[in-house]
């Protein structure tokens, strides 16, 4: 950007709106501007790429957005306190902002705007894991992700197997996406602080899934496994009616000592029946 507009101090904009963050929508407002610029300078380069930033509040990690190259920002709203706080971002960027007061669990991102488009966000822990699946059922709409997770989540999209955070959601993310963990936002940078730290993840769509199978087939495969995870697999699996074996997977084996393509085999398995 050529020009930087001239805009209020956030905690003035918390202030002058009556912005007190909600425990219900799990809001934890991130005031601190190196922080929101360095998550946006992560998330780029940005040249040309649509940015839709879900849960902006009151617009802190959203200004640091519109300070970088990207083409626009969107910005996914569900409280209409904030609304009028992020519109004078409107003037401030003309052309380059636009708000749609939704909720996130309800809208495609990918009919919000044209390709390329990047989803940049510190979302609302509450929703965080439903949102990502969401997402990841059309990951191919995105060209990256850059997400913040409380820390326990982001250390579960990142496990390998063999480790107790190792579950449905690493072997998901991990089939369709490069992960990346960036780096970690102690719980005194935010407003008000959470109870854990945060973690930034970076999400990079792979050109294809690691090993074929369909979506809600591993789904599947991962809930019985993980849903009895103390259990070996040919006990957990039975209720679906797959043999182990027959995919080259040791019948002993319990959930967390499979790799993701071995979770693959289950479900195409679970495909063929």
């Known amino acids: 950007m050529d020009h930087k507009p001239d805009l209020p101090p956030l905690r003035d904009v918390i202030r002058d709106f009556g912005l007190g963050a909600r425990k219900s929508l799990g ?11 360095r998550i946006a300078r992560a998330a780029g380069p940005l040249g040309g790429v649509n940015v839709i930033e879900v849960g902006p509040g009151p617009g802190g990690l959203t200004r640091s957005l519109l300070a970088t190259d990207a083409a626009a920002v969107w910005a996914v709203e569900k409280d209409s306190r904030c609304i009028a706080a992020l519109d004078m971002l409107k003037d401030a960027f003309p052309g380059r902002f636009h708000i749609l007061e939704a909720d996130a669990l309800e809208t495609d991102l990918a009919a919000l705007t044209p390709a390329p488009r990047a989803i940049v966000a ?14 990841l059922r ?14 326990e989540v982001a250390d579960r ?8 955070s190792y579950g449905r959601l690493s072997v ?21 602080p959470p109870k854990v730290a945060s973690t930034v993840v970076e999400l990079v769509p792979r050109a294809e899934p690691l090993a074929p199978a369909e979506f809600t087939d591993l789904e599947s495969v991962t809930q019985a496994a993980f849903g009895q995870r103390r259990k070996m697999l040919r006990s957990s699996l039975k209720s679906l009616g797959l043999d182990p074996v027959a995919a080259g997977i040791n019948p002993e084996a319990r959930a967390e000592d499979l790799s993701v393509r071995e979770f693959c085999a289950l479900a195409r398995q679970l495909a063929a029946r």
Not at 122 to 129: A, D, M, V
Not at 157 to 163: I, R, S, V, Y
Not at 177 to 191: E, G, I, M
Request: with cysteine.
């Open 157 to 164: 999209l990142t496990a390998e197997p063999g480790g107790k």
């Open 27 to 37: 809001q934890h407002f991130l005031l601190d501007t190196n922080l929101t610029g």
């Open 122 to 135: 510190n979302l609302p822990y509450n929703i965080s894991t439903v949102l990502l699946l969401r997402w």
């Open 172 to 192: 998901v993310t991990q089939w369709l996406c490069h992960v990346r963990p960036l780096f970690n936002v102690a719980k005194q940078a935010f407003t008000p």
């Open 138 to 151: 059309q990951v191919e709409q995105f060209e990256r992700m850059v997400l913040m997770f409380q820390k």
